[in-house]
T-cell receptor, first 109, second 116 residues
Framework: LAKTTQPISMDSYEGQEVNITCSHN???????ITWYQQFPSQGPRFIIQ?????VTNEVASLFIPADRKSSTLSLPRVSLSDTAVYYC??????????WGAGTKLIIKP | DVKVTQSSRYLVKRTGEKVFLECVQD?????MFWYRQDPGLGLRLIYF???????EKGDIPEGYSVSREKKERFSLILESASTNQTSMYLC???????????????FGPGTRLTVL
């Protein structure tokens, strides 16, 4: 099973672009890369998922290099409401995912 | 919108008590999951179920059991609560994989259980 490594915490300011990088050196061929967001007193919420190259949706982009050993979640023009914990997961089946401690992102005014 | 509800937001129990945590989802999802979340450890899978009356152990099943009698409901049972089971418990549901792809999980708000 792949294991992910991501920074424990990050700070940024409103209006900035925030990039959170996750390393997953042992990712398997069938594994997808998924990011979740969690606010205090709530369960995690799915943000984005990808397999290779770049994926973009209405809230974020996910960049995955050719070797797939890392990935970067990009949040454009963050606001105070983006303050949350962000989890990077790799796996191909829901019950085989390993959740790390996540990255606590603090957005300052 | 998918809705996953959990029976309690906060629960306080005494050591040795039998504890039931209930989870209900309204999206006809095949898969349901129970996690516990502790500071610095992320989420750890306790049990999951891929169908009614079916269950599989996750990473930390010791001290827990589960029940899934109906598709929409998944219960976590602490047979004899202990202080080291004080934690946040999260329930989630998802569709079964389609063609081998992962499907996102939808989480409930969590139950913060304190065992005294």
């Amino acid at each position: 099973l792949a294991k992910t490594t991501q920074p424990i915490s990050m700070d940024s300011y409103e209006g900035q672009e925030v990039n959170i990088t996750c390393s997953h050196n042992n990712i398997a061929t069938n594994d997808y890369i998924t990011w979740y967001q969690q606010f205090p007193s709530q369960g995690p919420r799915f943000i984005i998922q990808g397999y290779k190259t770049k994926v973009t949706n209405e809230v974020a982009s996910l960049f995955i290099p050719a070797d797939r050993k890392s990935s970067t979640l990009s949040l454009p023009r963050v606001s105070l409401s983006d303050t949350a914990v962000y989890y990077c997961l790799v796996g191909d089946l829901s019950y085989q995912l390993i959740w790390g401690a996540g990255t606590k992102l603090i957005i300052k005014p | 919108d998918v809705k996953v509800t959990q029976s309690s937001r906060y629960l306080v129990k005494r050591t040795g008590e039998k504890v039931f945590l209930e989870c209900v989802q309204d999206m006809d999802h095949e898969n349901m999951f129970w996690y516990r979340q502790d500071p610095g450890l992320g989420l750890r899978l306790i049990y999951f179920s891929y169908d009614v009356k079916m269950k599989e152990k996750g990473d930390i099943p010791e001290g827990y059991s589960v029940s899934r009698e109906k598709k929409e409901r998944f219960s976590l049972i602490l047979e004899s609560a202990s202080t080291n089971q004080t934690s946040m418990y999260l329930c989630a549901s998802s569709f079964a994989p389609r063609g081998g792809t992962y499907n996102e999980q939808f989480f409930g708000p969590g139950t913060r259980l304190t065992v005294l």
